[in-house]
């Protein structure tokens, strides 16, 4: 009896289920801390981790897959969700198996291994392996860049990526006011693009393909 | 405003989809005829990818912390959803067995009246003599208030199941990765540690990949040194922090308290200060460590650290 008492209990502890699809993609839209309140609740919620696990276990992976899979399926839909691509044709958890899914079949591809499983298309797809690709080339780049401006300015360009409003940036970062932030972000784009062009490569990045 | 940045937020609103349809159309066909335009829209667009290679990097390091949750948990996040609605299941049969089992009790006239079969978890609720179904409140909404009629002491009533009170989301709290990236200064650290490249040939490469931000190049080059020289304290430093800028805070701890250790007072104070930094992005779990940190650092007024780590005190608060 203590058994069933305590997983009442347990269960209580858990994230509840007051999260709806709509609250979670307006948190995640919207950016700000209640952005990391839904995505925390998604990465704690039961069940998910379990579909992502069993998939990638399924299919060729072990433990360490599955988990590098499901972390990496929740930065793509964070992404995904973002940038609008989500057109709510599914729940957002079977959206997300299926990133999950996508990614780890990918992956499989890439290091060579056959994969008969197909799956299903989600909406917003991910983009194309060769933009993924594009992507990963310009990381380094990108990360060299972003290691000169200073920590400041990378922890303000990250909140204005993630659409928090001028002020509330200003009260974060300790600046007077939202003019104040903005002029700070402008000059920090304008240092981060100072050391892009001095990158050998940049020149090359910038012609189009 | 100049003409700089007017463009530079035309071009912004362009590639964020905030332009209307029709202004987008006509700032494409300017894009086309205009090599230059174009140029700078491409710029921007991979400056806009380095700015959401931040947020990747930030959400990385939060998930390594909801990790640290789910393997902290004593088990609920980590039983199987068919096992949680298994134990709910059984749960809900012997609810009704003991709910039968009170209709066949002869009834009492003399008491409050019976007590809940299952409470709700949260131990602050005071037990009520009638105890109430608590139904899942919606998101963010303030919770009812009950009403009068339910506490008072009336003829005794059937008792009525309470369910587990849904947990809202964590509350919006302090941004601690924000918190730490205002505290954190580079040159608080590697100004100091760039004196030490006779340590190693490699700490000087180390340092240059280091300060070009490829923090796992610098980890690489570091990780074998430290295997063959576990005494050489500032290529551990660096290591330390290579790891931490790469995110990875964990694996940079166990160095930073073991430099913190160190008899160099300056690797110690700046290590304990770098260890609380480090600690504030394991927030909350890691608070009576952080605090223990911190309280060390501000015993001693001498600290290198000791106005800066007095002043996340009190943020902490």
């Known amino acids: 009896m203590v058994t069933f008492f305590t997983s009442f209990a347990l269960m209580a502890n858990s994230p509840g289920p007051d999260w709806t699809d709509e609250a979670l993609l307006a948190a995640v839209q919207g950016g700000g801390q209640e ?19 069993r998939f990638v276990l399924e299919n060729g992976g072990n433990r360490s897959d599955a988990q590098d899979v499901f972390q990496e399926a929740l930065v793509l839909f964070d992404r995904n969700l973002r940038e609008g691509r989500f057109e709510g044709k599914s729940t957002l958890k079977t959206y997300f198996v299926a990133i999950a899914k996508w990614h780890w079949v990918g992956l499989r591809r890439q290091q060579g291994r056959y994969v008969e499983w197909e799956p299903a298309q989600y909406d917003g797809a991910a983009e194309s392996p060769e933009v993924e690709t594009l992507r990963a080339e310009h990381r380094e780049l990108l990360a060299e860049a972003m290691g000169h401006i200073g920590e400041r300015c990378r922890e303000l360009l990250r909140l204005y990526q993630l659409d928090y409003a001028m002020e509330e940036i200003a009260r974060k970062m300790g600046y007077s006011g939202a003019d104040s932030a903005k002029k700070e ?16 490569s940049w020149s090359d990045y910038l012609t189009e393909k | 405003m ?3 940045e007017r463009l530079f937020d035309k071009i912004e609103a362009y590639l964020r989809g905030k332009l209307p349809a029709e202004e987008a159309a006509a700032f494409e066909a300017e894009m086309s005829a205009d090599a230059e335009l174009a140029r700078q829209v ?5 400056e806009l990818q380095g700015l959401e290679w931040l947020v990747e990097r930030d959400l ?24 949680r609605w298994w134990a709910a299941g059984a749960a809900a049969v012997l609810v009704l067995a003991l709910f039968g089992w009170w209709l066949l009790q002869p009834r009492q ?3 409050g009246g019976p007590q809940p079969i299952v409470s709700t978890p949260d131990s602050a609720t005071s037990p009520q003599d009638t105890p109430v179904k608590k139904v899942p409140q919606p998101p963010r909404k303030a919770p009812q208030k009950q009403p009068d009629h339910i506490a008072e002491k009336s003829s005794p ?21 924000a918190l730490a990236a205002t505290y954190y200064r580079d040159q608080d650290f590697m100004d100091a540690s760039a004196a030490a490249t006779g340590e190693s040939p490699l700490y000087g490469q180390a340092l240059d990949r280091f300060k070009s931000g490829n923090y796992a190049a610098a980890e690489k080059l570091l990780a074998p040194v430290i295997k063959l020289n576990p005494n050489a304290l500032k290529t551990k430093e660096l290591l330390a922090h290579s790891l931490y800028k790469g995110g990875r805070y964990d694996a940079a701890l166990p160095y930073l308290r073991e430099l913190a250790a160190s008899k160099d007072k300056s690797v110690a104070e700046r290590s304990e200060w770098a260890m609380a930094l480090t600690l504030l992005h394991r927030m909350p779990g890691q608070k009576p460590l952080l605090d223990r940190v911190l309280d060390k650092i501000t015993s001693r007024p001498g600290h290198a650290f000791y106005r800066q780590a007095d002043e996340l005190k009190q943020k902490l608060k």
């Open chain 1, 185 to 200: 972000a402008y000059r920090c784009r304008t240092k981060l693009r100072e050391h892009l062009e001095n990158h050998p």
């Open chain 2, 109 to 111: 006239t003399d008491i």
């Open chain 2, 60 to 83: 990385r390091a939060k998930m390594d912390a909801w990790e640290r949750e789910v393997e902290q948990a004593p088990a609920p996040l980590r039983v199987s959803f068919v096992r």
């Open chain 2, 157 to 177: 009533k059937p008792p009525v199941v309470t369910t587990p009170r849904p947990v809202t989301p964590a509350p919006a709290a302090t941004d601690y990765p």
């Open chain 1, 35 to 53: 952005r990391e309140a839904a995505l925390r609740h998604l990465y704690l919620l039961p069940g998910l981790r379990e579909a992502v696990f």
């Open chain 2, 2 to 4: 100049s003409r700089d």
């Open chain 2, 42 to 46: 491409r710029a921007q667009r991979m």
